[in-house]
């Protein structure tokens, strides 16, 4: 299986910037389409994007399409999100999974808080 760490998250002002990372440990991460989600608080995980293992695919929710842009590099094991105009109503826990085959994995989370 697949270990995932995320990092980058932290308080930050309306309109700011922050990118967030996802490093993977464990079997071979190029072979995975890896994906972003959130769950702010009393509401269910939701997807933000996603990168297929190639990177040739890219899906963004509608809700941070034009400001946020999902990358990969498979020689670090690492996905990023970048994270611009960020807004209060970005206030989540913001995790990264892990798809290949169906079977998922997920990290831990990292915090984002946009204050207004």
């Known amino acids: 299986q697949v270990q995932l760490v995320e990092s980058g998250g932290g308080l930050v002002q309306a309109g700011g910037s922050l990118r967030l990372s996802c490093a993977a440990s464990?079997?071979?991460?190029?072979?995975?389409?890896m994906g972003w989600f959130r769950q702010a608080p009393g509401k269910e995980r939701e997807f933000v994007a996603a990168?297929?293992?190639?990177?040739?695919?890219?899906y963004y929710a509608d809700s941070v399409k034009g400001r946020f842009t999902i990358s990969r590099d498979n020689a670090k094991n690492t996905v990023y999100l970048q994270m611009n105009s960020l807004r209060p109503e970005d206030t989540a826990i913001y995790y990264c999974?892990?798809?290949?085959?169906?079977?998922?994995?997920w990290g831990q989370g990292t915090q984002v808080t946009v204050s207004s």
């Open positions: 990168i297929t293992w190639s990177g040739g695919i890219i």
């Open positions: 464990g079997r071979t991460f190029s072979g995975y389409d």
């Open positions: 999974k892990a798809d290949q085959g169906g079977v998922g994995y």
